[in-house]
Structures are given as C-alpha cells and as structure tokens.
C-alpha cells in the first residue's frame, strides 16, 4: 500500500472544491484535508480545466446566483433552443454483459468499466485513439466502481450473496478484500477521510484505513434506510444517501448521526443522486427529476418529468451533471427509452438528446475536458465530447 500519491481530479473526471488541498488517496484514507464529491460543482468556482481528447475544452463556471425561483424549468415541446453539439467519438466493445458502472482516472488517463461479465476492462486514449489496455477478472458481476490516482475500488458479487469490496493498488498491485455487504454493492464513494459503500442490504458502511498495518478497516455502518440503498453523495462533512424506501437522508460525518430524513415525491425507486452548487437532484423511475435546496433541509425546489416522443413519463436509469464545450453545467440522464437527455442547469433549458445505444444506459461517467463515457445493458461503452 502506497500512502500520499500526486494532486488528481479524481474518479469522476470532475473538479474538487477549490480553497482546499486536492485529493490524495493515501492522505484521503487516514484522515486527511476534506474533499467534496466530485460530481460536485462549488459555487463561484471553476470546475475541470480544459484538455480533452483534442486538448479542447474550458474549465465549468461557478454556480453563485443561480436561482430556480428566477427562471425555472421549461416544459413540454420538442427540441432545444440551443442543442448542445455532441460527437460520438467512439464505440468501445469486448463486454460479454450489462456494462453496470464506469470511473475514469483523468492521472492515469484510463477508463475502466465493470460489468455483470466479471470483468473489469481497462481503456486508454493515447494520442487520441482508444483502445483496450487490460482487465481484470472478477469471476463475479461488478456493480459499482470508483478510481482515484492509482487505486481502483469495486463492489463485487451476486444477489442474495455476501458481496465485497476489492480495493487494488495499481503501482504496487496489492489488493484487499472487505467483506460485510449482503447482497450487490451499489455505490462506492470517497471523502471526508473516508470510504463510504453501500447497496442491497440498506446500511452505509464506512471504512478507512489504518496507516499503521496500512489495512482498511469498519469503523461504522449508517443505519436508517429499510430498503436497498441507489446512491450517495458526499460534500464536506455531510453525506447525502437515496434508497429504494423513496427517502433522501442526510448524515452529519462528524458524528455518524442522521441530520434529516426527507420521503421524496417519486412514486418508483430513485436511481441516482448528484449535487450541483446547493442544489441536491433525485432521478427515478417514475421519470421524475426533482430538486431540492441542501440549505433549507432539502426543501423541495421542483420536480421535473422526463418525457419520451409519446409524451409520457421516462424511466431515468443514470444520472450525471457534466460541462458542455463553453462551461456550462448540464444535467444529463439517460432513459429506458435508450435515449440520453440533456439540460442545462439551473434553467432547465432543453440541451438535446444523444441516440445511440440499443438498449438503456446503466451509467454515466465524465471523461477528460468536455467528454462524457456512457454504457448500458447494450454491452458497449460510447465516448461522446461537446464541440
């Protein structure tokens, strides 16, 4: 096990809060500086730099000001008064099943993808070409992953089986298994010092790491949700968890105590979770968008309904927050419809639709610059970039 490591923008691609030390894994897992999620966009501040497979692209701009209560969302109508210009750059194949979850390491420029196949496969961009660099056989379906600098974490198993945590350190190529889970892993998140994991059995576990045997270890499990656990999200020293029991729950990580348990307007399990400036979104099954503000206790804001070409409500089955090609936030989703839909935020101003895929997304993962990963049940993995 290696401790410290080099400054990364992280798993997901996205920036980390400025005005606090960037991440480092080793620092990160015995208590070191607070880190934010990084799907998370801080607000007044810059989010990724630029640099993406062509070297385009600029840093996010800041969210301060923005307002749902001044403009709010648009409905209805098709098409988008200022469709986002998207190329699909390349279709990765070589999955044998459901690609369930994506994490790109911006460090190590690698994509890695975990599927129900057992394997976890490994891809690269050098000078603009991607390709399959490796894999990593799991003998059991992955249904999580998250990377930062040179490690690599996964939630491995089948339901209605204990499941594990496997944690791989690529330059030293150690590994570790952490038991505990019953039943599929469906999150694997970082901060606060560290590592959070949850899934079928409803409890958050929380995990870190012993700088002395340099072995993770349980050092708590978030009890309160009675249902599968979807997603969960981390800013500072709070911890933001959404579960199959239609609930959104707020945790205080420096007491290990609930803070605020909201019962959420979705009529169908909530499928991902993600924070923008103070803002927290919910995505589900009913189709349902809603939004809701993390200063006033997840005070609802609003509720959008996704739609497909019949006008009726869309199962959303991913959902991601990413920055188009001039640095404005977008939220996107993919839908059971296979199509993936974007918005710009706060506005909610239709962005377009990415058609593509064959079958519906399971995940959605921003990729260097103004690049975004998207993979499903399909098999493939696509790479799509904003002009």
Known sequence: WQRGGRKTTGCSGKGVARGRSQLQLGSLLVGGPVVYRMSYVPR?????????????????RGGRGASWTSVGPQTGGRGASHNAKVNLLATLTGHTKTVSSLACSLKRQQLFSGSADGSIRIWGWPDGNFGQQGALETGLPVNSLMVEDDWLVAGIGQTGQPNIIRIWNMESNATQDLPGHDGPVYVIVQGNG??????????????KMDPATMQFGLVGVLQGHTAAVQNVQVAGTTLYSCA???????????????VTSVTTVHTEFMMGLRL???????????????VYDTTKNLQHVFTHTVTNRDRAPSPVTAVEIATDSAGKALLIVSCSDNAIKLWEVPNFERRGILLGHTQPCRALCPGPGNSIFSAGMDQSIKVWEFE
């Open 44 to 60: 007044g501040r810059g989010g990724r730099s630029g640099g993406g497979f062509r070297g385009g692209g600029r840093g996010a």
């Open 194 to 207: 560290m590592l959070f994991s949850a899934g079928h059995d409803a409890g958050i576990r929380c995990w």
């Open 244 to 258: 199959r029991d239609n609930t959104i729950k707020v945790w205080d990580l420096s007491t290990g105590q609930g």
């Open 276 to 290: 923008y400036d103070v803002y927290l979104f919910s995505a589900g099954l009913d189709g349902k968008v809603v």
